[in-house]
């Protein structure tokens, strides 16, 4: 399995519609690709400038090839998500997965 890292910067403001647009827009797309596996946002915020990290698992470097095309390192970032960005990494990471360890849900009454 292949991760995949993408980062960004936004406003407090804007970082809402940024989650809004990635589920409604990202999201379908990633999962009509075979070979994506879960996709997730990280982020952490001063009250204004928010930094984000998107990151995308994959079964193959085959499976990012088919979303991101043939230089999978660069950014796949629709055009509609510029205008919520204040800045954003022009190329992506990759890591093989070496370890990963799934573990059962935490029920409801222990949070």
Known sequence: MVVRFWSAKTTQVHFADYVRHFNQHVMPRLRSV???L??????????????????????SAEAIHEFAGSDADVAVVAEEALDLLTSY??????????????TRAIPAAAK
């Open 34 to 36: 075979d070979g994506f």
């Open 38 to 59: 879960e996709g997730r946002i990280l982020s952490q915020s001063d009250e204004m400038v928010v930094q984000f990290i998107v990151e995308t698992l994959w079964s």
């Open 89 to 102: 990494d022009r190329r992506v990471r990759h890591y093989e997965l070496e370890f990963r360890e799934e």
